[in-house]
């Protein structure tokens, strides 16, 4: 059956700008889908790119869904290359939408994520009275010195039920890594995310073995690709899977159903049109045992957001 395809580009600003150790985000890019089959039913997906994470670019994106023909057929959703992971989802996501489009009936609990720097030794207070409880402050983006003194302020602010991961975005040194890691072994923190390069796989393992904290892979797994490439290298430790850059939703529920990797799921800043699609997968997939990574609606304004008018 073919389907009708319309598409549409957005733009959406932070508020305030997202700062992390690629520098600050000022602003959200993506394209949202719309699917309608002879029956009058319709489905919506969402392309959102996130190309230093290892996607394709948002140009690329655009380039691909205007080569596409105004008809597309199932077989074509399958045709998409790898290169092409957020198209992957966000086609597929319009197609299942379409089949089925009931939200989850129930989600995990969500992780909010801090400002980075000094600022996120006050910034949680209304997030913990909004109702989170676990957090998530990145680092990499100041010196080691000033970090490594607010942490030591932050972990014993937070309440005793609370808990704190950190996300590295691959910017640490081997030595830097090590340092932290004997502080977050000091203060009973929740996991680290990527301490090292994507290229530093072996030192990634090595690290996972030597301390009490978890390691999680992240700019290391953004793809399926990349999943399965760590997972036959001997990782066992925590996937930070992005779901709307990962590829096709139906092969990621058959590898970890297959495998039972340890998952966390995380926003990349979607539309509710994504996020939708990207809470299903969680629900799924993601371990019970960890908060997932969707706490992020406080960097948004509802009003900015994209409507669903393609």
Not at 274 to 281: I, S, Y
Not at 287 to 300: E, K, M
């Amino acid at each position: 059956m073919p389907y009708k395809l319309q598409f549409q580009v957005y733009q959406y600003p932070f508020y305030p700008p997202l700062q992390t150790r690629y520098g600050i985000w000022e602003q959200r890019e993506g394209i949202i889908l719309r699917l309608s089959d002879e029956t009058g039913r319709v489905g919506w997906g969402e392309i959102a790119p996130l190309p230093w994470f290892g996607s394709e670019t948002l140009a690329q994106a655009v380039e691909y869904c205007r080569q596409s023909s105004t008809e597309i057929n199932e077989s074509d959703f399958w045709a998409i290359p790898d290169s092409l992971s957020a198209c992957q989802f966000g086609f597929h996501s319009a197609w299942e939408d379409l089949q089925n489009p009931s939200p989850p009936l129930t989600t995990p609990a969500f992780s909010a994520l801090l400002p980075a720097g000094e600022e996120a030794l006050s910034a949680w207070h209304s997030l913990w009275q909004q109702g989170y409880r676990t957090f998530k402050w990145k680092i990499g983006v100041y010196s080691l010195e000033q970090e490594l003194n607010w942490v030591r302020q932050l972990a014993p602010m937070l309440p005793q039920d609370a808990k704190l991961r950190l996300d590295a975005n691959a910017g640490l040194t081997w030595e830097g890594a090590n340092q932290w890691l004997a502080v977050c072994d000091e203060l009973a923190i929740e996991f680290l995310e990527q301490p090292l390069p994507v290229n530093s796989f072996d030192a990634l393992l090595a690290l996972s073995k030597q301390y009490q904290t978890p390691l999680a892979l992240d700019e290391s797994v953004a793809t399926l690709t990349q999943i399965k490439y760590c997972y036959d290298r001997g990782w066992r430790g925590i996937f930070v899977v992005k779901p709307s850059i990962v590829g096709i939703p139906q092969d990621l529920r058959e590898f970890c159903q297959q495998t039972q990797i340890r998952t966390v799921f995380s926003s990349v800043f979607e539309t509710p049109v994504g996020r939708k699609a990207a809470l299903k997968l969680a629900t799924e997939l993601s371990d019970p045992n960890y908060a997932i990574g969707f706490g992020v609606n406080h960097w948004l304004k509802a009003e900015v957001l994209p409507q669903c008018q393609v």
